[in-house]
């Protein structure tokens, strides 16, 4: 009997099983469909997310976008980066509501491979939060998170050496932050809004970075960075940006003799500021990056002011002389190279700062204490200036507390204020908030600084 070789028993077999795979796929392939390989959001989202789907296969876009829906009904807009789809609303979703998202089957790919059947999913929009680092009074901090409804906070995220600085991104899904590393150097990470899934995006090398800031639009990174000498000492302070797609980083300037720290985009994306840290120039450096202009605000307060919600004008603190005495006072810049540049109050008798803008343009929160140091003594109260009306509001009247970090939450209903007691031996900081609706101020929590909004 005539034996079969064994490279012709091994070729059989495989023209046997790759016949069976082709006819599995003519007879199955259609069931198959295209997968569908990542969704988003899940869970918990913010007013500001953005609604995605990730294809395996490039598809007939059109397609898609005609299957797809959200319930209850949202405005928006869909864009494409590859093969996901993003939808982007025209308005904040709903704190509390729950949505139903909904990709009805028969959208297809390029090949004319079509979805199988309806894929769809929910999430619920989370109430306001409020993040913070916490213990004030310790050197190693960590990033704490708390409600506003009077749930009590919990920490978010703690790394063994501390958190310097941090900064939610616009739609609230991940949280950039500066920590210290083992060798008492710095790298900034990512964490998801939940504390989890931590990322390092810039490794700081030999150097020491700090204040990190969001660009609207979230793709970019600008961060302040600080040079180490050979032997140790400190060096300037320059601004640098990370391009959170690509991975890359880069100083904003190429000329490494411009200095600065404390970035801070404008709300429309168009302009960075930060504060020029060259002794010869104290001014708050606002880069155009549309019209490709620099101008210097001049103070030497050392710090950048609040834009406006168009980004083009800026309330920042100066130094105005009352007799032979200097005091701080708080004027308006309207940002472009023949911008007007006014005090915001001509009447003296007072020290302005910590200025902020809310976002719908109509306040500016600020501190101040009277130079004959009535209505609050020796410690700084916080104040409104109605934009539209020109007027100003007292919100505290209250000697036994200062003011200092003012922050608005994005519908501008809500004060964030770190307040310092006076009248204790540790001045521990506490947080309190400022309803602009019912006018209620409490404290929400002690021990905290550097309170800012979780979207």
Request: charged share 20%; net charge negative.
């Amino acid at each position: 009997m005539m034996k079969t070789d064994p490279f012709d028993r091994v070729a059989i077999i495989s023209a046997t099983v790759l016949a069976l795979v082709i006819a599995i796929v003519i007879l199955f392939g259609d069931q198959v469909g295209v997968p569908i390989v990542d969704y988003g959001p899940v869970g918990e989202a913010s007013q500001n997310s953005s609604i995605s789907l990730t294809f395996a296969q490039p598809m007939a876009r059109e397609t898609a976008e005609e299957r797809f829906s959200i319930s209850p009904n949202v405005e928006g807009e869909i864009t494409w980066a590859g093969n996901t789809l993003i939808f982007q609303p025209v308005e904040r979703l709903t704190k509390g509501e729950t949505y139903q998202v909904t990709l009805e089957e028969g959208a297809t790919n390029q090949s004319g491979r079509a979805t199988i059947q309806d894929f769809s999913w929910t999430f619920e929009v989370r109430e306001s939060q409020v993040l913070y680092l916490g213990p004030a009074d310790t050197f190693i901090k960590g990033l704490w998170v708390m409600p506003i409804d009077g749930g009590e906070p919990r920490p978010l995220y703690q790394p063994d050496y501390g958190v310097i600085h941090f900064a939610p991104s616009p739609d609230g899904s991940q949280i950039a932050m500066t920590v210290f590393t083992e060798d008492q150097l710095t790298e900034i990470l990512l964490i998801d809004a939940d504390g989890s899934n931590p990322q390092q995006v810039v490794d700081c090398g030999d150097a020491l970075c700090g204040v990190v800031d969001w660009s609207p639009n979230g793709d970019l990174l600008a961060y302040e960075k600080q040079d180490i000498g050979i032997s140790g000492q400190l060096g300037n302070y320059r601004i640098w940006l990370a391009d959170l797609e690509t991975g890359d980083t880069a100083p904003i300037f190429s000329d490494n003799q411009v200095l600065g720290y404390g970035p801070q985009w404008s709300p429309d994306g168009d302009r960075i500021a930060f504060f020029d840290s060259n002794p010869a120039t104290q001014a708050i450096k606002v880069l155009d990056r549309d019209e490709l202009f620099v101008m210097d605000i001049p103070t030497p307060m050392g710090k950048v002011g609040s834009f406006d919600p168009d980004g083009e004008r800026m309330v920042y603190t100066a130094i105005k002389q009352v007799g032979r005495q200097y005091y701080p006072e708080l004027r308006l810049a309207e940002l472009s190279p023949d911008g007007e540049n006014i005090a915001l109050f001509e009447d003296g008798g007072h020290e302005d700062q910590f200025a902020v803008w809310s976002p719908d343009g109509e306040w500016i929160a600020f501190g101040r204490r009277r130079l004959d140091r009535q209505q609050g003594g020796n410690a700084i109260q916080i104040l409104l200036y109605d934009v539209l009306n020109d007027e100003v509001i007292r919100l505290t009247e209250d000697a036994q507390y200062n003011a200092t970090e003012l922050t608005w939450d994005e519908t501008s209903r809500y004060l964030l204020a770190t307040r310092y007691r006076l009248e204790t031996n540790s001045a521990t900081s506490e947080l309190w908030l400022y309803d602009m609706e019912d006018g209620s101020f409490e404290r929400l929590t002690e021990n905290g600084i550097a309170a800012q909004w979780l979207p």
